[in-house]
């Protein structure tokens, strides 16, 4: 993996005793080391991975402040630190707005990842740990939390460039608290959501059923372009890519790499030259799961029809065949623990 980090700003957003938030700014940017390097890598690749992202374009109806200081960097009449400065205050507004407590470290960093040219925003907050020196003093010190990051958003600066009509050239973290930091990072940006990602890939899942539904595979067959399918989608989503038509319709049917796109050219489904995907939506495709009221299950979805039957009219699931640790335990629980001991130890 090879990350060309350009730029890199670092701002502090903090709480007073009053709670109210207040912005330190950096007055330079970061020098380019190795170390700034691998962390932009990182925060790449975490960032990539997290799920339910949502997709948005800069839209008239909301406050243009921060889609003009980006466009006044891309044409050189402001500078990145500049950028940052006007990013992070308004952060401090639209935190303060929607009353989100959160305080950290606002960074900006653009750089380039393979073809493309990327803004990544994030707020990180920060953990102490605690290491001990080389004469066995405890010593503690804070590092970045990159895997508890939540608020984040970056932009596609090689899409805006190319297709911005198609609205989907920013990209966010939905977040734990769902509407909320949506809402929240929309007005941030000045951005409204655009593509649907949880909804391409339910379409996604419906047209490759129905393209399996008509087709002459055999079982195996079926099961094996399922999981070429996911591995696909699940390959574009770590890499933060789109997931491309003809690309999937290769992965369907190797043997005719346009017979799947004829299919739903055929029938009109609605699907994209390409689009992101939400991985999550797509695991049906090779695992069934689901918890509730003190049960917790998931199976291959291979299994279904053959170890695993689904009574849908009386709601009932039969398997044959339990997993190993799980027969010892029921066996032990109905049977008795005793007579498990004591057959032990006759041993």
């Not at 790449?44 to 948005?56: C, D, F, M, R, S």
């Not at 303060?96 to 994030?122: D, F, S």
Request: charged share 25%; net charge negative.
């Amino acid at each position: 993996m090879s990350v060309d980090v350009h730029s890199l700003a670092i701002n502090f957003i903090e709480a007073g005793e009053s709670a109210q938030l207040t912005a330190h700014f950096r007055q330079d940017l970061l020098p380019i080391t190795a170390q700034v390097a691998e962390l932009i890598e990182q925060l790449h690749l975490a960032y990539n991975g997290k799920p339910a992202k949502g997709y948005a374009g800069f839209s008239e109806q909301k406050s243009p402040q921060f889609p003009e200081a980006l466009a006044a960097w891309q044409q050189q009449e402001s500078s990145f630190v500049s950028l940052a400065e006007t990013a992070t205050g308004l952060l401090v507004v639209e935190l303060t707005k929607h009353q989100i407590p959160e305080t950290g470290y606002v960074m900006l960093c653009n750089y380039r990842y393979l073809a493309n040219e990327y803004l990544l925003i994030a707020m990180l907050g920060s953990k102490e740990h605690f290491t001990l020196t080389a004469d066995l003093q405890l010593a503690a010190s804070k590092h970045l939390d990159i895997a508890r990051m939540q608020l984040a958003a970056r932009i596609d600066l090689s899409e805006f460039k190319a297709s911005a009509e198609q609205g989907k050239y920013i990209s966010f973290i939905r977040g734990r608290a769902g509407r909320k930091v949506a809402d929240f990072f929309l007005d941030f940006l000045g951005a409204e959501e655009g593509v649907d990602a949880k909804a391409s890939s339910k379409m996604v899942l419906a047209s490759v059923e129905e393209y399996l539904s008509a087709s002459d595979y055999d079982v195996q067959e079926k099961h094996e372009v399922r999981k070429q399918v996911y591995q696909y989608c699940e390959d574009r989503a770590k890499q933060g890519q789109d997931v491309h038509l003809q690309e999937l319709s290769a992965t369907v049917d190797s043997s005719d790499e346009n017979a799947f796109v004829r299919y739903c050219a055929e029938r009109e489904l609605s699907v994209a030259e390409q689009f992101p995907v939400d991985v999550k939506e797509l695991k049906t495709l090779v695992k069934f799961s689901g918890a509730g009221a003190g049960l917790s299950l998931s199976f291959e979805q291979k299994l279904l029809g053959e170890r695993v039957q689904y009574d849908a009219e009386r709601d009932i699931l039969v398997i044959k065949g339990t997993p190993p640790n799980l027969r010892d335990q029921l066996q032990k629980f109905i049977r008795g623990y005793s007579s498990f001991d004591g057959k032990h130890s006759e041993e």
